[in-house]
């Protein structure tokens, strides 16, 4: 019976483990949003998992819902991510870049003063948006969403080849792979969800149109990197972000089968209410799982027992952990030598410098 500690194939990358470290946003870039030593650092603490994925990275200067995360869009950004990938694959790991949108995740005080985008402009539920700031203080606080407006047809496209730039960007700084972020609530999540995206051009209305936005970046970041360096994030039945609509099995029964048709290297499933207690996992593999051949990744509330037996059962391949790997860097051994696990620092998960980051101490 496959285990958490057994190797695996994904596509050409030989993974020492089932071990994925979840994508984390966790605001420590410098100016101008550029990845520097410390995240190296971070990372290469972590390379024992069998892949990491990157925080969400953006993938433009319009998307920022969270100050001080790293972008992938400028020459200094793209150095800055250099140093990270060179010292994960010094440290023997590998790394996947996690592309990223907010869309209508924004407020214009990050966005040079300019409104954030979306499908439609559909804003009734402003104030149910996570946008985060720093103050001058150093505090990091959630702050009000600004209202959006809608792309427009030739803007929706013009962002479809901002993720190919940024994959382009992300093989250039060294990435094994890029995951396209198409859960939480940001851009391609606010496509797929019938009650935020109104559009009536092929980007809106019927399921294949919702999903077209999401299809077309995986299609471009194809051109880009091969498919079996490409994953997908999903997050249905999440109310993060408010992108949850009542057509959540046509929409995520179409996407599967598209993902399946396209052989991306995995699809990594957030179960956004399992980090609360209130599983979906089952009901969104029942979804996923018949219309998708390749490699599934598990995530969301999940302990080393829950992601054995799901590993053990072949219902999914690979398992990931968000804040066990922030508390653990080394996750890994810890859990193959029975030790106990680091609590996590709730109050240092964004914006404190070393401190609840690099500082975690490892095992003897
Ligand atoms: C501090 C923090 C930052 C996160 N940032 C991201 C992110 O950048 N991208 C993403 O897809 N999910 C993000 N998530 C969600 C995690 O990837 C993961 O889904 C969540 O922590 C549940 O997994 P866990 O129960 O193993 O912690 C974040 C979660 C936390 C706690």
């Not at 990358?13 to 089932?18: A, T």
């Not at 924004?106 to 946008?131: E, K, T």
């Not at 391609?188 to 559009?199: D, I």
């Amino acid at each position: 019976m496959a285990g958490m500690f057994d190797e695996f194939a994904l596509g050409d990358l030989s993974l020492p483990n089932r071990f994925v470290m979840a994508p984390l946003t966790r605001a420590r870039a410098g100016a101008g949003d550029v990845p520097n030593e410390l995240m190296a650092q971070y990372y290469a603490q972590r390379a024992e998992a069998g892949l990491l994925i990157s925080e969400a990275t953006n993938v433009s200067a319009m998307s920022r819902p969270f100050d001080r995360a790293p972008g992938l869009y400028t020459q200094a950004q793209v150095e800055g991510w250099e140093q990270v990938t060179a010292r994960v694959h010094d440290a023997g790991g590998r790394i996947f870049a996690q592309l990223w949108h907010g869309g209508r995740v924004g407020a214009m005080g990050l966005l040079d003063w300019r409104q954030p985008v979306s499908p439609s402009g559909f804003n009734d539920d402003v104030d149910s948006l996570h946008v985060w700031g720093l103050l001058d203080n150093g505090n990091y606080v959630r702050v009000n969403a600004t209202p959006s407006r809608a792309l427009s047809t030739e803007e929706v496209r013009a962002t479809v080849q901002e993720y190919r730039q940024a994959a382009l960007n992300a093989r250039t700084a060294g990435f094994d792979g890029v995951e396209i972020h198409a859960a939480n609530g940001y851009l391609p999540h606010q496509f797929l969800s019938a009650r935020v995206n109104r559009r009536t051009d092929e980007y809106g209305g019927s399921v294949a149109n919702r999903a077209r936005f999401l299809a077309e970046i995986v299609d471009a970041v194809s051109e880009v990197f091969p498919l079996s360096r490409v994953g997908v994030r999903i997050s249905p039945y999440t109310s993060y972000n408010n992108a949850l609509d009542d057509q959540v099995e046509p929409m995520y029964a179409h996407v599967s089968s598209f993902f399946d048709s396209r052989k991306v290297a995995y699809v990594h499933i957030a179960d956004v209410n399992g980090w609360y207690g209130a599983p979906d996992m089952a009901k969104i593999l029942e979804i996923v799982r018949p219309r998708f051949s390749g490699v599934l990744i598990a995530n969301g509330g999940l302990t080393f027992d829950t992601a054995n037996a799901l590993v053990g059962d072949r219902q999914v391949e690979l398992v990931s952990f968000g804040r066990h790997f922030i508390a653990n860097p080394d996750l890994v051994s810890r859990l193959k030598s029975g030790a106990a696990l680091n609590a996590l620092q709730e109050q240092n998960l964004y914006a404190r410098g070393e401190a609840g980051y690099t500082d975690y101490p490892r095992l003897a």
